[in-house]
Each structure stands twice: as C-alpha cells, then as structure tokens.
C-alpha cells in the first residue's frame, strides 16, 4: 500500500521508494549510499568516523556517482571532558583481557573516538548541498542547525519517545526517525541521557511508531526490526511516511562489513543481541559476544561516550587478528532475518515489493 504521508514525502525528496538506509558508521562508505539511491531510496552517508578530509572525499565520491538524493548523517553528542580516575577504572576492568593478549595497558593512548556535528563539519559540506541531513543524539545548536536550513537541506533527526519527538518537532525538524528498541547501533535517546533510567521508557518501533503518528504534525521514519517488505507495509500501515532499514544492509556487497561480523549476522549468534555500553560508552545493540557477557553489557566502569572505545580497541584488533569478534561490536538489530548477501539496489527494490 502507498498512502498519502509516503507519497507527500517521496515527492518532497524526489525518491521513487519509502525506503531509507541508515547510516552505519564503521561498516560502510558511499558507495552504500550510492547503490540504495540510485535504486530510489534514500542513500545515507555516516560522517560520524570520519575526519574532515575523508568526509570531503566521500562526499566527491557520492556526488561523482549519482545525482540521486542522499543524506548525510553527523552525532549530535557533548564530548565529555576526560576523566582519569574512571579511564583507570576501565582499564582495570580490561585488565584481565589485556594479561591473555599480552597487552601492555600504558601503551594504549586515550582518544576521542567520534567527533559530534561541527561548524568546521558544515562548512566541509556546504559545497555539496546535501538534499538530506540527519542528526543522532538530538540536534546541534540553535545557530548551526539555523545554517543548515539555509541550505535548503531537509532535517531528520532520530527520537525513541514521545517527548523526544515532541522536542524535535519544536526546533523545526522536517522529520522525525521514531527509533525502536529493536534497532541495531548506537540508541539515539538524547532527553535522558542516563543508561538506568532512560532505556526503561523505550519502546518497540510498533508501539512507538503510532504514538509519534498521532502526536505529531511532521512526517515519521520507522526505524528497528524492519527487515523485509511485509515489515515495510506493516510501519505505513501504522502511518509512517517510509522506514528505514540499517541491519538489513549489512551483507549487502557494498557494504564494508568485516567478515568476522558478516558470519556472525548468519549464525546463531545473531538472534541473541542486547544493548551494550562496552565498545564506545554508550548504549547501542550488537550481537552478544565474549566481553559482553563475562563483564556484563551495561558495565558501569565503561567511561561516557564516545570514551569507551580507545581502551578496548587494542583487544579488538588482537582478537581480530585470530579471526574473533570476542571484542568487536557486532552491531545489529534484533531482526537479522533480512541480511542477504545481494546488491543493496535489489535488496532495496525487494523491501518495497509489497508497495503498490
């Protein structure tokens, strides 16, 4: 079915298909992006990873290779200011895992990890003029995201609650990503930002996707355990305008995926995901691995986002090498079902099968 949100909004943005890809840091580069657009859905590019050089490079890349619509995606996240009492309780937590690899912790240097939305960012791309910018963990200040609008950029912005959505709306967003729980990735709560008392007020993306329906005036996203065309059809039934579909992408053969997480997302291990903290600080699904289990997901010494991420990285790499995902984020959504290993156009033309 094709109602009157979806085609509003494919008209606005000029797509054929109500399907967006989701920005995936770390797993993917513009050439997803180009292979979802030119197919009719929305491409999106993650900046999050990048510095401002490769973000410049991919832009010429993407621009180079479609004139399709596409989005652009920055984190919206405070740095925290570094605290080295809880590092060193991060890395005695470690400490163990450091002993088996033969890592010697004060080799390891601190890092930010992932830079937040910037007016250096904008200006990188303001030559560009991408047709779609998203934000994660709210929305940048009030003066930035004004120059962004005089771009003529249409503005996303993801929201887990009501009042999220709520909030979004009230700062003029064009659209709002109603995010569910099942989602993969980094969750993009951003009202309360504590793990304790913000993850008990989320909600699955079908009860979460009617609510923001009907309380808001702007187009809604559904986003979270969307994975095939009957799941498409499902969220525009409930009045979402389109979705959008991340874990679903990464077996595609554009994605850059590593092997060792492309076998998880077909084994077993996939219909076992949780919510963790471990890998940056900050709550994001991925697939239950070794370290998540033997130091709990939601580890209370794991420093604030984006911390988190210098002190494991080096196990990461030590266990990858071996050919284990024991300390990788094996990001993905509760629903693994839809990971095929295809061109991103056909899977992208297949999850609007059902579209009339």
Known sequence: MT?????????????????????????????????????????????????????????????????????VNFFCHVPPQPDAAR???????LAPFYAEAGIDRATI?????RMPFSAEALATIEP????VISFHFGLPSAELLARVKRLGAFVLSSATTVDEGLWLQAQGVDAVI???????GHRGHFLDTDPATALTRQMGSFALLPQLVAALKVPVIAAGGIADADGVAAALALGAAAVQ????????????TTPIHRAALTS???????????????????????????????????????????????????????????????????????CRTVPAGELTRSLAARLR
């Not at 579909?245 to 850059?256: F, N, Q, R």
Request: glycine share 10%; proline share 8%; charged share 15%.
């Open 3 to 71: 109602t009157a949100r979806t085609s509003a909004l494919r008209q606005r943005l000029g797509i054929t298909l109500p399907v967006f890809q989701a920005p995936m840091a770390g797993v993917q580069d513009h050439r997803l992006a180009v292979a979802v657009s030119e197919a009719g859905g929305l491409g999106a590019l993650p900046a999050a990873m990048l510095t401002l050089e490769q973000l410049g490079n991919e832009l010429k890349a993407l621009r180079a290779a479609t004139t399709r619509p596409f989005n």
């Open 128 to 131: 560009f003029a991408p047709p």
């Open 245 to 256: 579909i991340g874990t679903a992408y990464l077996l595609c053969d554009e994605a850059t």
């Open 109 to 113: 240097p601190a890092g930010a990890g």
């Open 268 to 338: 077993e291990a996939a219909r076992h995901t949780a919510l963790t903290t471990l890998f940056t600080g900050r709550p994001a699904r991925g697939i239950v691995n070794r370290v998540m289990r033997e130091l709990g997901p939601l580890n209370p010494a794991a420093p604030a986002f984006p911390l988190a991420t210098a002190a494991i990285a080096p196990l990461r790499a030590w266990a990858e090498r071996q050919g284990s995902g024991d300390f990788s984020p094996l990001w993905s959504g509760q629903n693994a079902g839809g």
């Open 178 to 184: 109603a995010q569910g729980l099942e989602a993969g």
């Open 87 to 93: 590092d060193a309780a991060w890395r005695d937590a």
